[in-house]
């Protein structure tokens, strides 16, 4: 079965810190590749995505990279801010498999001043 | 955009009550979600429905029940609710044939039940 496999927390940055969350997958067909944000008592938003091999997902300072080869789409920002803080979630769908969202565990950030 | 909206961002409940939670989406999704959300468990699915009418079990469906009327709206139930119901509920949705778009959140509801 499809499975993602994301870094525990916390991790705690200072503020323009450099940030990588990493996430690896495991699907049985050709997914689609997403990044959920979830700020403090909120719902998910889709921070970024990628459909397909080498495809680059980008928003709000925000980049991950669809890695076939390595099954990663790891999240990384040059240099965060304060209102950074936050759950983030790694996820995929597999349209082979139903078109089922399936989640990482989530990871939270906390970016100190 | 697509929204998706949660008629409450807070609820508060007495056990044993009937509890009605109510998600509406405008974008002609075929596919809508409900799941919760606690600390440690991560996110996980309750029910979903892929059609009007058409409803299936998720990872953990016991003690709720959903309905599904009309395209737009989908609505979880819990029949008499439960000190263990407390959570953050989270309702989505979703194009069939649309993966690469993936799903579209709610704000959520924040459910105590004393």
């Known amino acids: 079965g499809n499975s993602v496999t994301q870094m525990e927390g916390p991790v705690t940055l200072s503020e323009e810190a450099f940030l990588t969350i990493n996430c690896t997958y495991t699907a049985t067909g050709y997914p689609s590749l997403f990044w959920y944000v979830q700020y403090p008592g909120e719902g998910l938003q889709l921070l970024l995505k990628?459909?397909?091999?080498?495809d680059k997902g980008s928003n709000k300072g925000f980049e991950a990279t669809y890695r076939k080869e390595t099954t990663s789409f790891h999240l990384e920002k040059g240099s965060v801010q304060v209102s950074d803080s936050a759950v983030y979630f790694c996820?995929?769908?597999?349209?082979?498999?139903?078109?089922?969202?399936?989640f990482g565990g989530g990871t939270r950030l906390m970016v100190k001043p | 955009d697509v929204k998706v909206t949660q008629s409450s961002r807070y609820l508060v409940k007495r056990t044993g009550e009937k509890v009605f939670l109510e998600c509406v989406q405008d974008?002609?999704?075929?596919?809508m979600f409900w799941y919760r959300q606690d600390p440690g468990l991560g996110l996980r699915l309750i029910y979903f429905s892929y059609d009007v009418k058409m409803k299936e079990k998720g990872d953990i469906p016991e003690g709720y029940s959903v309905s599904r009327e009309k395209k737009e709206r989908f609505s979880l139930i819990l029949e008499s609710a439960s000190t263990n119901q407390t959570s953050m509920y989270l309702c989505?949705?979703?194009?069939?044939?649309?993966?690469?778009?993936?799903?579209?959140f709610g704000s959520g509801t924040r459910l105590t039940v004393v």
């Open positions: 996820a995929l769908i597999d349209p082979g498999a139903g078109n089922m969202l399936t």
């Open positions: 990628a459909t397909k091999a080498d």
């Open positions: 974008m002609d999704h075929e596919n």
């Open positions: 989505a949705s979703s194009l069939t044939y649309r993966g690469g778009y993936g799903y579209t």
